[in-house]
Structure formats: structure tokens, C-alpha cells
């Protein structure tokens, strides 16, 4: 049996959605799926600006947008379901559905505030209506299908906004509310992203906690794969808005793939890779749109790793923009310790993530998001040292297994990037990443020549292959 988590792309418009239900019923030949949908594309993100406008007490801005939601679905469930008994079933609970959002905006408008455990209540309703709609299209059609609201299996704790799953209390109700429809013959349909406190108040997993909820739900159940279905041919060698000649990449290690995840890669999400690696569960990277395609094996499997190993040094290149580099400078560094506790307490303090780092005796330099910087954290930093920024940098990390045990790989990296201005390196943190910044403007450059120096000349379809058809919504992105 398989888990099979459809994106929001995959199930964005009505079309989109057919299609999933094709592939499901595809897979049905071979075992009883379990299926994890994400909110229809673009409705979360209209969902938290309902949030933020009912928050600041914009009642008109925050119903009309409710309205948009309702519509939306309204029109999607006319396409997808012929039957007039069922069409009238399910839009009776989209109804509901939408009348229990104008009830938060109302509420929220009403108490002035709007707080995580609300916000997160906003979020759920994207997967609510998708997973309705999407049952529904699959009993028109005559599957026989089972939708499980998943806050009766996804007990979390009470983090609203990334909340975490009670494990043994989740995988007891796997095993007593979904197991027995799968054996059965029942396709199970649910929803990712969201769960539910021990009292009921509804929780989130974070943004791209569909694919987290997926792995989770997989491990549980012991399954013997875990499909992630996006709009690409799985993970790629590059950017290829950036890079036109890259490929998407057959098999990787897990161990690959979460560093990829956690250097900017959008097709997983961080902690999706935990629970495979936990269960050993290969994790499938596959196109929706193309479901013939190959897409990406996720591994730790030694067979299926020899039968696709290949002598090239890296499997990809991960871009993460809108970064900053902070240097600070202090003569307190110099055979001193604990001044690193003190910088890094800063950026606890202020809650701003802090991806590379490369130090000297008198000076460290990081970069963070952009977005993170403030004007309270960097007089926070002046009371350490001196303070320079550099805004409009990027991070590239050339990633690869095969890079802990090879000699030259930084000369043949620097060499292929003499034309390009390194602000900052940082090397040796991880055994399979070696990465750098730029700035913005000469990203391009950077990893055109690093997929030149890298990829060129490799012919073996066992690992690369070229992807089938349109290269949206690429993977190595910085997460929006």
C-alpha cells in the first residue's frame, strides 16, 4: 500500500483534480491508497489574508474574500460531480462549511484579536473543502471512498501554528480509524497540514506540513511507499529557470534530500524526510501532470542505490535568495569564549533563523532571511561589535553524498565560479554541502557555470533524466 499526498497544484482546478483521481484509481490496481490533499492552490494564502482582515477589523474585506472561497469550490463541484443528489449532499456541507468561516471572521472581529489558535483555525478550511469536494468527485465516480476529517487521527500538542503530533496516541488512532477501511477496499481520503489538540481546538503542522502529515500517516501505517505528488518530475539537478539544461535527478539518499530540503528545496518539506528515514520508507517525488514520468526515488535502500550509482560528485545545486549576510567584528572574539553564546542568544531572542556561517578570530559572518532583519536586532548586535550588513545576496550549496570522500571538489567548484564575486564560504559543516553567497545579481552566472563544470558529460539515465513537459513550480526555490 501506498500514501499518496497530492499538492496544491494537483488538486487546483477541476481538471487538476481529475487527474488525481485518475492516478488514484491507477494505483488502486496494485493496493487500497491512502489519500493526503493539500488545500486547492492559492486558497491558504487567501485564507490568512481573511485572517489578517478580520484581525484588523476589515469585517467587508475579510467576508468578500470568504465569498471568493465559497465560489471557488461552489464551481468545482459543479464541474466535477454529475449526480444531482450528490451534487446537493456535498453542497449543503460546503455551505456549512463556508458559514462556519464568516462565524470566525464574525467572532474574531467581535473579540478585537486574533490569535495563533485562530489563525490556525482560518488555515484548516483549505483542506476542508478540498478533501470534500475531492471525496465526493471519487463516489460520483463510483469508487468507494471514505472521507476521515484527520483531527480525529492527528493528535497534536498545543503549538498552534507548528503544532506536533502525539505520536503513540496518532498512530493508535491510525490503526483504529483508518487501517480497518483500507483493509476493507475503501479508498481513505483526509487532509494534510492540520490536526487537533487532546480538547479538540484545531492545530496546523506549518506551511508544507501536508507532505509531514503524509510521511507521519505513512510510517504509522508501515506502509511500503510514500508519494508525494507535485507539478514536477521530481527533484532536479538545478533551478531550470535559471539553468535550462537541468535534469530531474532518478534516486537520491535521504540524507541528500533533507539537506536539500533544508537549503531551500520546495518539493519537500523539511521534516517529511524524518519519518521515512525513521521506517526506512522510500519517498517518491512524482509529477501529477505527467504521472508516467519517473520523477525521484528517496532512499537509504543499498540495492537500489547500487543498481543507480553513478561517478559524478553532486546531485544538486540548491538556491535560496533574499538572504543577508550580517558581519560582526569585536576584539571581545579574541581568546574569549563565550561570545558565540552571546551573538547567537541575540537571534534566539528575536527569533530569526540563521542559515550559513563563517567565522575568523576577530569576526563572524551569517546570513539570514532578509525579511528577519530589524532595526531592534542589529542595536541588539552593536552592543557586541561592530555591525555591517550586505543585503540582495543569495546562498548556492552544491549538494551531494559522493562529496565526503572526493579530493578537488572545492578547486573544481571555485575554479568554475572565477567570474562570479564570493561574498562568504562555508565549508565543512556538513560532509555533503559545500556552499557559498553571491550576490543577486550574478546568481545566474554562478550556477550555469556550476552546472556546466558538475553535470556536463554525464550520460547516465540511471540517475538524471530529462524532465517531460513544463517545468513550473521548479524545486529548488526559495519557499514563498
Not at 497534536?156 to 480509524?177: L, M, S, Y
Not at 521515512?276 to 509529477?287: E, F, S
Not at 532583519?373 to 555591525?387: P, Y
Request: net charge negative; glycine share 8%.
Amino acid at each position: 500500500m501506498a500514501v499518496m499526498k497530492f499538492g496544491g497544484t494537483s488538486v487546483g482546478t477541476a481538471r487538476a483534480m481529475q487527474q488525481a483521481i485518475s492516478i488514484v484509481d491507477r494505483e488502486r490496481v496494485n493496493a487500497v491508497p491512502l489519500v493526503v490533499l493539500s488545500a486547492c492552490s492559492g486558497i491558504t494564502n487567501k485564507l490568512v489574508r481573511i485572517a489578517d482582515a478580520a484581525g484588523r477589523g476589515a469585517i467587508d474585506e475579510a467576508m468578500d474574500l470568504a465569498g471568493d472561497v465559497r465560489t471557488f469550490h461552489f464551481a468545482l463541484l459543479d464541474e466535477l460531480i454529475k449526480s444531482d443528489v450528490l451534487k446537493k449532499e456535498v453542497a449543503v456541507k460546503i455551505e456549512e462549511l463556508a458559514g462556519r468561516l464568516e462565524m470566525l471572521i464574525k467572532g474574531v472581529d467581535i473579540v478585537g484579536e486574533l490569535t495563533e489558535r485562530s489563525r490556525d483555525m482560518f488555515c484548516s478550511f483549505g483542506e476542508l473543502f478540498s478533501t470534500t469536494v475531492f471525496a465526493a468527485a471519487m463516489k460520483d465516480q463510483g469508487h468507494n471512498v471514505e472521507w476521515i476529517d484527520v483531527r480525529t487521527v492527528m493528535i497534536t500538542d498545543d503549538n498552534f501554528g507548528f503544532a506536533r503530533p502525539v505520536n503513540d496516541v496518532c498512530e493508535e488512532n491510525v490503526h483504529r480509524i483508518i487501517s480497518p477501511l483500507l483493509q476493507q477496499g475503501t479508498v481513505v481520503v483526509t487532509q494534510g497540514y492540520i490536526g487537533a489538540t487532546k480538547t479538540g481546538k484545531t492545530t496546523t503542522l506549518g506551511r508544507g506540513g501536508s507532505d509531514f502529515s503524509a510521511a507521519l500517516l505513512g510510517a504509522w501505517l508501515n506502509e511500503n511507499a510514500i508519494q508525494i505528488w507535485t507539478d514536477v518530475d521530481g527533484v532536479m539537478t538545478c533551478d531550470p529557470r535559471m539553468v535550462p539544461e537541468a535534469r530531474s535527478i532518478r534516486v537520491m539518499t535521504f540524507s541528500e534530500a533533507a539537506e536539500l530540503a533544508y537549503l531551500g528545496a520546495k518539493v519537500l518539506h523539511p521534516d517529511t524526510i524524518a519519518p521515512a528515514v525513521q521506517k526506512n520508507i522510500p519517498v517518491y517525488v512524482l509529477n501529477s501532470v505527467h504521472p508516467d514520468a519517473k520523477g525521484t526515488i528517496i532512499t537509504n535502500d543499498p540495492e537500489r542505490l547500487s543498481g543507480m550509482s553513478y561517478d559524478g560528485l553532486v546531485k544538486s545545486i540548491a538556491i535560496k535568495k533574499g538572504q543577508c549576510i550580517i558581519n560582526v567584528r569585536s576584539n571581545r572574539m579574541f581568546g574569549r569564549h563565550g561570545f558565540m553564546n552571546e551573538l547567537f542568544d541575540v537571534f534566539a531572542c528575536y527569533g530569526v533563523s540563521v542559515e550559513m556561517v563563517a567565522t575568523s578570530e576577530v569576526s563572524v559572518s551569517l546570513t539570514v532571511d532578509d525579511k528577519s532583519v530589524s532595526d531592534e536586532l542589529i542595536q541588539k548586535l552593536q552592543g557586541l561589535g561592530d555591525v555591517d550588513l550586505e543585503h540582495h545576496v543569495a546562498t548556492i550549496s552544491v549538494v551531494g553524498d559522493n562529496l565526503r570522500m572526493s579530493r578537488g571538489v572545492a578547486g573544481r567548484i571555485f575554479s568554475s565560479l572565477k567570474d562570479v564575486n564570493l561574498r562568504m564560504i562555508s565549508q565543512g559543516a556538513s560532509e555533503i554541502n559545500v556552499g557559498f553567497v553571491v550576490e543577486e545579481s550574478e546568481v545566474i552566472t554562478a550556477v550555469n557555470n556550476l552546472h556546466r563544470e558538475f553535470f556536463s558529460g554525464l550520460q547516465n539515465e540511471g540517475i538524471f533524466e530529462t524532465p517531460a513537459g513544463s517545468l513550473q513550480g521548479v524545486t529548488v526555490v526559495k519557499e514563498q
